[in-house]
C-alpha cells in the first residue's frame, strides 16, 4: 500500500509502498477515506526541534477516519464495513491518570503517526478500544476533523469557565481558534476572532461561520475590544496560536 512517511532525520517526507498491516487480535483494519494534516504534521514535515527524536521510519497522521476492512480475533463490537474514527493518542489505560479519565496526560501514551504508523495511508490497524462510530450523516472528511475538534472542546468547555454574554478575543483562526470561537458562540459569549493579513482564507471562513474577526496588522485589538465593551475590556482572551507576542497581548 501506499503511505506518506518520514523516513530520513531532516525536512521533508517520502511516499513509499509498503505492506499492509496485520491487525493484531484486538485491533481492526481500517481502510482510510479520510485523514487531516495537523500543526504537528507540518512541524514534522519541516523536523522542528520538538520532533527531532521520533523514531524513524513511521507513518504518519493522527487525524484520520475510514471502514474497517478486517477485524481481530478479540474484536466482538465493531464489524467488516462499520464506520469508524480512533483516538489520536494511545494510553496505557491503568495508570493513574488513565483510571480517572485524563488519559491525555498518561505518561505511557503513544501517539499515531509519531510513535506508531498513522492515517496517511491506505490502510492502518488500530486497538478496537480507540474507534468511535461515523454516524451515517457525517462526512469522513468530517470525522477526520473530530479529533481536533475534541481539544477545542476539551480548552473551552472542560478549562475555560465562561458565561452567556461574556467578550472573548480569540487570537488566532487556525482551525482550534475557529472551533473555538464556534463553541464559545455557541456557549451564549460574543466572539471576537483575530488573525494576519495572511488569513485572509480562514477570515472568509470565520465570516461564514458568523463570526467578528480583527486584523491585527490593520486594526487595534485594544482599541477595538475596548470600544466594544464600553471601556471594560474582554472578560476572556483564548490563545490559538504559536506566537508568543499574542500572550502578551493576551495579558493586556
Ligand atoms: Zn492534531
Ligand atoms: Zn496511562
Do not use: W
Not at 18 to 44: F, H, W, Y
Not at 163 to 170: S, T
Not at 176 to 182: K, Y
Amino acid at each position: 500500500m501506499k503511505a506518506i512517511m518520514k523516513t530520513l532525520p531532516m525536512p521533508g517526507v517520502e511516499v513509499r509502498d509498503i505492506p499492509k498491516p496485520e491487525p493484531a487480535p484486538d485491533e481492526v483494519l481500517i481502510r482510510v477515506k479520510s485523514a487531516a494534516i495537523c500543526g504537528s504534521d507540518l512541524g514534522i514535515y519541516h523536523y522542528t526541534s520538538a520532533y527531532s527524536k521520533m523514531k524513524l521510519p513511521v507513518v504518519l497522521g493522527h487525524e484520520f477516519s475510514g471502514i474497517i476492512t478486517e477485524t481481530g480475533s478479540q474484536v466482538h463490537d465493531f464489524k467488516e464495513g462499520d464506520r469508524v474514527l480512533a483516538e489520536s493518542v494511545k494510553a496505557c489505560g491503568v495508570c493513574e491518570y488513565c483510571k480517572t479519565g485524563m488519559s491525555n496526560l498518561c505518561e505511557k501514551s503513544t501517539l499515531f503517526g509519531i510513535h506508531t504508523d498513522g492515517g496517511f495511508a491506505e490502510y492502518i490497524a488500530v486497538p478496537y478500544k480507540l474507534l468511535h462510530r461515523v454516524p451515517d450523516s457525517m462526512s469522513f472528511d468530517q470525522a477526520a476533523l473530530v479529533e481536533p475538534l475534541s481539544n477545542a472542546i476539551h480548552f473551552v468547555r472542560d478549562i475555560t469557565p465562561f458565561r452567556i454574554d461574556d467578550y472573548v478575543v480569540v487570537q488566532g483562526c487556525g482551525p482550534i481558534g475557529l472551533f473555538s470561537a464556534q463553541l464559545f458562540k455557541m456557549g451564549g459569549a460574543r466572539v471576537l476572532v483575530t488573525g494576519l493579513s495572511m488569513d485572509k482564507l480562514r477570515f472568509d471562513v470565520a465570516k461564514k461561520l458568523g463570526l467578528e474577526t480583527l486584523n491585527i496588522e490593520e486594526e487595534s485589538l485594544e482599541e477595538r475590544v475596548m470600544m466594544d465593551t464600553d471601556g471594560r475590556g474582554a472578560d476572556i482572551a483564548f490563545v490559538a496560536v504559536g506566537a508568543p507576542p499574542a500572550v502578551k497581548q493576551a495579558t493586556q
